[in-house]
């Protein structure tokens, strides 16, 4: 029978040049076209997943390192069980069981750093709701114990219905999401690897017939991550309205026990932490983005300590209000992705670690940051001065800010010629140049505006008035922005809106059908306008959560109206936004502010211009964002303003950009600024030959001496560390804690920093 296969195989060309079995892991989904020919139509998925590599128990009992301090070499693989009936996904840090027969179901959700079990319960892999009725995808039957679940029981369950079957099993490489391609400086310029594991099924209930199922699960190397998402093909005769897609469901091993409580009252499952690329909330933060991630109650666990069976135990994936789409004949519907990254610890910092390095994994381009400032221009030579302003001093992009005279959305042939002109320039100079376009809080017209389902007239949206991005006018917009983009030459775009989620209740814009999906229709035109922009190497400034679908950067998070009070309170003011706003953020993706003119309000006092009459306060701002690795908008008419000012600017931006790796490393948040005493952080990168780099601030009228604990540990240093700036070095013995104690002086409203190694 082997002889048979691999004579197939050769004939098939399915074997690499040197003649010898291909990978199975590679191979697999062929095995499909082999079964009939070798008269084997009927042969079991046990047998069909035989072909995976074999599975070895030994495998998760290896002596795994913190994979935040020393990188997992176990490599993102595929196996099956011993006895045929299980598909394992498996990385060194995480491992997710599917049973294949009777049906699909997953029965082994385990973190392996610290050994915990996820899983407590059989649910189905997903759950779609089609013209109103519901069907499942997967799942098995018979579990009535339902606190945990052990491995010989399955063997005794039965499949959970007859609305789809499973028809092919297959693994392929990782594919990057986008084909993302940077322009700009870059901490991590690769694409993530990893295997993707797909389960396709048809329908069978006579309603959905024609419809096929494809799940993907996709296994990252080096992380404990998981990413699921599925497509729904019709290849059937009718179009199917396609109400709800829950692409997960996982019946979880509860956080907490509680007699009494209702579920908002009780936590939600800590050992995982879940994002989707379908968030907004203009929050400038995940968590409270959040639109698809629901806890839900489980009635049939009847073990339970609540005594109303009200502990939030099963997640689902949905959003809310979409898709609410049809789904014609020949069309492919794709969910949201969702990211599933386990968890070994309560510690907040950890957790944030953990968050930032998956973003730099499955999201490169967020580790993209240029050095940029955000000019007010009136006119072309403005433009052409602060370009050479920028080129002198090392930075490098411009953004025309709000208020400038650049109109993305003129595409005559002179606009667009101007600007392709004044692009060429800034080129030629090694400065890149990009724009500010507005989308919402404005109203375009009747036509064109977000309809209220509430009042059927324009209005409702979450800034009031807002166009729709179905409309007329909003299609065009997309189309005016990719057009001006492209013939200009541009290198960088900054949105502002749409904003969270508008509905739209139109049935007359082209491009949605109606208030059911409208949500889903202008978030997919929104976010291939991002995808194109990425895949053309277009730098995007974004007011909501899309890193996942290209977008590099969101603001840190601040109050607007704080950049009109003084100087030294902006200073304050500024690292606290720094401090809170990168615990799950890294440096490159947050911006922050710099008025230099006026903003908001606010006098003489609140502003740097004359940036000559202002240079420790100057530079102390730019000290504080840079340090962090964090680009603000230097909102202003131009860079510098004296030779002692362009000394200034020089210097700091040298200064940042030798110490550029480390600096945009994740942050250790070490004492919060309050004013009353020193404020820090500790960068930290154990791949890096600088390991380190620690920044202190003291606000006080008067130098401080503090002696100080620097935790060492994420930094990978062991024994003994150098701390070194440009006034010298000490080295300093770490502790069996990995903390060194040190004794700084810090000068009065002033700051102090070490790079480590």
């Not at 060194?92 to 599917?98: A, D, I, P, Q």
């Not at 996820?118 to 995808?137: C, N, W």
């Not at 295997?195 to 799940?215: D, N, S």
């Not at 897609?245 to 956080?255: C, N, R």
Request: glycine share 6%; proline share 6%; net charge neutral.
């Amino acid at each position: 029978m082997v002889k048979k296969i691999c004579e197939l195989w050769r004939k098939m060309d399915l074997f690499g040049p040197d003649s010898v079995p291909p990978n199975p892991l590679q191979k697999i989904k062929h095995m499909k076209l082999l079964l009939p020919l070798l008269g084997l139509a009927q042969l079991s998925f046990a047998q069909h997943t035989s072909h995976f590599p074999l599975w070895n128990d030994a495998f998760e009992h290896r002596l795994i390192a913190d994979w935040l301090v020393q990188p997992c070499l176990e490599k993102a693989a595929i196996y099956h069980s011993a006895d045929n009936k299980d598909i394992i996904l498996y990385n060194g840090l995480l491992k997710r069981v599917f049973r294949t027969t009777p049906g699909v179901a997953c029965v082994d959700f385990k973190n392996l750093s610290n050994g915990q079990q996820l899983l407590r319960a059989i649910s189905p892999e997903a759950t779609l709701i089609i013209d109103g009725k519901e069907y499942h995808v997967g799942g098995l039957k018979g579990q009535t114990e339902k606190a945990y679940l052990l491995p010989e029981w399955v063997d005794h369950f039965s499949n959970q219905n007859n609305d789809f079957e499973l028809i092919d099993i297959a693994a392929e490489d990782l594919q990057p999401f986008l084909q993302w391609k940077p322009k700009t400086w870059t901490m991590n310029a690769k694409q993530p690897s990893g295997k993707t594991l797909v389960f396709t099924y048809k329908a069978l209930a006579p309603a959905l017939l024609g419809l096929q199922v494809r799940i993907y699960y996709e296994l990252y190397d080096g992380l404990p991550l998981l990413v699921k998402w599925l497509s729904l093909e019709n290849n059937g005769g009718r179009p199917l309205k396609i109400n709800r897609v829950v692409h997960e469901v996982l019946a979880f091993v509860e956080e907490e026990s509680a007699v009494v409580g209702k579920p908002e009252q009780m936590k939600k499952q800590h050992g995982l932490y879940v994002e989707t690329n379908f968030a907004f909330n203009n929050a400038m933060r995940y968590d409270i983005s959040d639109q698809t991630t629901h806890w839900k109650t489980d009635s049939t666990y009847t073990s339970q300590v609540n005594y109303d069976f009200n502990t939030p135990c099963i997640l689902e994936i949905y959003p809310e209000k979409s898709p609410g789409i049809e789904l014609m004949p020949g069309e492919t519907f794709r969910s949201v992705r969702t990211h599933e990254l386990l968890q070994d610890s309560y510690d907040r910092e950890r957790r944030g670690l953990a968050i930032r390095q998956m973003y730099r994994v499955v999201a490169p381009w967020t580790t993209q940051n240029p050095i940029f400032m955000h000019l007010i221009s009136e006119n072309d030579q403005q433009v052409r001065n602060v370009v050479d302003q920028c080129a002198e001093t090392g930075y490098e992009g411009i953004i025309l800010s709000f208020g400038s005279h650049c109109n993305m959305e003129d595409t005559t042939a002179s606009n667009v010629q101007r600007w392709k002109s004044l692009a060429d320039y800034t080129h030629a100079k090694g400065v890149l140049l990009g724009s500010y376009a507005l989308f919402s809080s404005r109203h375009i017209s009747d036509e064109d505006d977000v309809i209220d389902p509430k009042t059927g007239r324009p209005g409702g949206a979450f800034f009031g008035n807002a166009p729709c991005f179905g409309s007329q006018w909003g299609l065009a917009y997309a189309n005016k922005l990719r057009f001006f983009l492209q013939q200009t030459g541009f290198d960088i775009f900054e949105n502002d809106g749409p904003y969270p989620g508008d509905v739209c209740a139109s049935t007359t814009h082209p491009g949605h059908k109606n208030l059911d999906d409208s949500q889903w229709r202008q978030m997919d035109i929104q976010k291939s306008l991002y995808h194109w922009c990425s895949e053309q190497g277009v730098y995007v400034n974004a007011p909501d959560w899309y890193f996942l679908d290209g977008t590099n950067k969101i603001a840190l998070g601040y109050r607007e109206v704080n950049f009109s009070l003084p100087r030294d309170q902006q200073k304050i003011i500024n690292r606290q936004n720094i401090y809170d706003g990168t615990w799950e953020k890294s440096p490159s993706m947050g911006w922050g502010f710099v008025p230099l003119t006026r903003y908001q309000g606010g006098g003489p006092e609140a502003v740097l211009e004359p940036l000559q009459e202002h240079l420790r306060d100057y530079e102390q701002l730019m000290v504080q964002y840079y340090g962090a690795g964090i680009q603000a908008c230097y909102r202003g008419p131009r860079l510098y303003d004296t030779d002692a000012t362009k000394e200034l600017v020089q210097r700091t931006i040298a200064w940042y950009k030798k110490y550029r790796p480390i600096l945009n490393a994740d942050i250790i948040h070490l004492r919060r600024p309050d004013g009353r005493d020193w404020d820090g952080i500790l960068h930290v990168n154990p791949s890096l030959d600088t390991k380190g780099f620690l920044i202190l601030y003291n606000p006080l009228k008067k130098p401080i001496t503090r002696t100080l604990t620097i935790p060492l540990y994420y930094t990978g240093l062991k024994h003994h560390a150098t701390f070194f700036n440009d006034k010298g070095q000490h080295r300093y013995k770490i502790n069996r804690h990995d903390d060194v104690s040190t004794t700084v002086t810090i000068p009065a409203e002033g700051w102090i920093w070490y790079a480590i190694r």
